[in-house]
């Protein structure tokens, strides 16, 4: 029989144990309260298993409180003591003993604290520069997992909010990440072993690899999550997935196949621009990334951000 991931046992914990809670202890507080599991952690991606439970893994949810001025702090603490009392296993998984009161991860957590601890903002972000003081890995967090209930909406609006950045955000790293593959890629990859500098290719190959990556997270309107699910991740896309094999041999592979990598790179870098070509975002016609970095550049609407160096977002 197939375990539950943790997704799945957190909703059933909550379903079985957290609802019914709520309900008998605090009724007024149901439809206030938002409650899922989203934040940090394999299970927030669907990407847990076996391996996965070896830490931090438990049956947990998260409670997600609004601000004090509409659940005040003894109540905030009645609710961690009554979700340090659910049962100590479910699923035949056994709660973490990290904190008698549920702990950072799962159980109750303000809003403000979960928004701010990722984007350093409660309510999203003011402009379009805003958006580049993140690290990407942490707007996948925030807008990642399930919510099982949110009857006043203010958690999952502010998640939609950041569920999809702006276009000209979007456009900026592109644009970045496009000039890096050309660079690391179509460029210094041959170069650097014409000279002999076989660890420097590798180096370049790394490069390379890790800019595809974020130009199809950006290509498929995903954010690029924590490098060790990024592999994980593309597989499970819906555009240029079928990259994920080739990427993985340009990595795992030595400089003594140096011809099939170059084939690889040009053939991956033409996946990506016919995507970037589909999606109406260049208006080069070339085989040169470095052409559509700049072309994709040209297009942004913002002129202080246009006007930044096309390295400026990466």
């Known amino acids: ?41 394999s299970e927030c991606f669907g990407f847990d298993d ?4 070896d830490h931090d893994f438990e049956p947990g949810f998260c409670l997600f409180l609004p601000d004090e001025e509409v659940i005040d702090r003894r109540t905030e603490f009645l609710l961690e003591r009554a979700y340090a009392k659910l049962p100590k296993e479910y699923g035949g998984v056994a709660r973490l ?7 950072s991860r799962h159980g109750v957590i303000r809003m403000d604290d979960f928004f701010t601890a990722r984007i350093g903002r409660k309510d999203g972000f ?18 990642n997992g399930q919510v099982f209930r ?30 890096l593959m050309a ?11 014409s000279h002999g500098e076989t660890a420097a290719a590798q180096l370049a190959i790394f490069e390379f690899v890790n800019s595809a990556l974020a130009v199809i997270f950006l290509l498929n309107e995903r954010y690029l999550p924590y490098y060790k699910w990024r592999f994980r991740a593309l597989r499970e896309l819906p555009l240029l997935s079928e990259l994920a094999l080739p990427l993985e041999r340009l990595m795992t592979t030595d400089n003594q196949c140096a011809g099939e990598k170059v084939a690889a790179i040009e053939d991956i870098s033409g996946a990506v621009i016919g995507q970037l070509q589909a999606q109406a975002l260049t208006e080069a016609v070339c085989g040169d990334l470095e052409k559509h970095a700049y072309s994709i550049n040209d297009k942004i609407a913002n002129a202080d951000l246009r006007n930044q160096s096309i390295l400026f977002a990466v």
Not at 50 to 53: A, G, K, L, P, Q
Not at 151 to 175: H, W
């Open 97 to 103: 003993k990290i904190s008698p009161v549920g702990g």
């Open 183 to 193: 660079q690391s890629g179509q460029y210094n990859y041959p170069r650097c072993l």
């Open 126 to 143: 003011r402009d379009d520069m805003e958006w580049f003081s993140v690290p990407e890995h942490y707007l996948a967090e925030v807008t």
């Open 150 to 179: 949110d009857d006043v909406g203010q958690f999952t609006a502010i998640r939609r909010k950041l569920s999809r950045q702006p276009a000209d955000v979007r456009k900026k790293k592109l644009a970045g990440q496009l000039l």
């Open 50 to 53: 076996e391996v996965s439970r």
């Open 1 to 41: 029989m197939r375990s539950m991931n943790g997704l799945e046992l957190a909703r059933g914990f909550y379903e079985e144990y957290g609802a019914p809670m709520l309900h008998a202890q605090f009724p007024a507080l149901e439809e206030i309260i938002a409650v899922g599991l989203a934040g940090s952690g």
